[in-house]
């Protein structure tokens, strides 16, 4: 018993450990392409980083700050209020994780230089390389289960509270409303290159972040126990039935659950740990209507 709760502490302190990686190495990675490829031409993201950059802009005709990034600043006041609402409306994991995102993400966003001169001058390249990184970085952010906070915090709630709302057509809203602003401030191609790299960003983001992906699980086991596991550990709900072997005519439980593609693992790990000879089977791309909650 002791050693299955030694076990149990040592799986959590790993699983932490590269939560909090995932979550370090794509903040940085979500800087870089800001500040080596976007920020450089003087192009915008979507969301609060976009909104803060725009704020900058305007600061930056009476403020001096050399060559720190002010909008990184500014990104963190903007997330100081949302993160309340993640705490008490999302829940503490997803709160802690997007703490330590939007922090990380305002940090390396403020000290990472913007260069003065382009890694590549050439506007369509800079803003496919810039978009790659930044979308694979906040992908990064997501699979930990948090995310780099923002309109992210917003969607996330509205898509608990709200039936039909979603991540991504919430974060479509204010990007659409952030650069119909851009329009009346700055020249249209300002505007186009900013679109295409948002749009570059969110194709890798989905690419990189799949854990909106619907799955069904269906477990046969003879050991009892995993039902209760399941709903305990990932508060999915589970649906159980009474069958029998047809070549062995022995009783088994075969258990039911729709989960997100990025639960499958914590998943697995649940029904392996109570019964190694189980048979799993994973259905993905289900369609999912009811009471299904959805996750980041």
């Known amino acids: 018993m002791a050693g299955e709760i030694g076990m149990k502490k040592k ?15 794509g903040s940085l990675l979500y800087a870089l392409g800001m500040n080596l490829f976007l920020t450089p031409l003087n192009l915008f993201s979507g969301g609060a980083v976009g909104l803060s950059q725009v704020i900058n802009f305007f600061l930056e005709q009476f403020v001096n700050v050399g060559n720190l990034n002010l909008y990184g600043i500014i990104y963190m006041l903007i997330n100081i209020p949302l993160l309340f609402l993640a705490y008490y409306q999302i829940g503490r994991s997803f709160f802690v994780k997007t703490l330590i995102g939007s922090a990380a993400t305002s940090l390396f966003i403020t000290l990472v230089p913007t260069l003065q001169v382009p890694v590549v001058e050439d506007y369509l390249t800079s803003v496919l390389i810039g978009g790659i990184a930044a979308g694979a970085g906040v992908g990064m952010i ?3 289960g948090g995310s780099g906070g923002g309109v992210d915090i917003i969607a996330v709630w509205a898509a608990k509270k709200f039936k039909g709302a979603s991540v991504g057509g919430i974060s479509l809203m204010f990007n659409a409303a952030l650069y119909a602003v851009l329009l009346f401030l700055f020249d249209a191609q300002t505007v186009i290159y900013s679109l295409i790299y948002n749009v ?7 690419r990189t972040h799949y854990q909106n992906i619907n799955v069904r699980v269906m477990i046969f086991t003879k050991k009892d126990g995993i039902d209760r596991q399941i709903t305990e550990q990932t508060r999915r709900g589970v649906t159980e039935w009474q ?7 022995e009783s088994m ?3 039911v659950s729709c989960i997100s593609k990025y ?8 029904v392996q740990g109570i019964d190694p000879q189980a048979f799993v089977i994973v259905d993905e791309h289900v369609i999912v209507n009811g009471n299904f909650e959805k996750r980041i």
């Open 11 to 25: 799986n959590k302190v790993v699983s932490i450990g590269k939560d909090a990686g995932l979550i370090i190495t």
């Open 142 to 144: 997501l699979l930990s």
């Open 200 to 206: 570059i960003f969110t194709l890798i983001l989905d």
């Open 243 to 249: 069958g029998v072997g047809a070549y062995t005519g």
């Open 253 to 255: 439980h075969v258990l």
């Open 263 to 270: 639960e499958v693992n914590d998943m697995m790990e649940i």
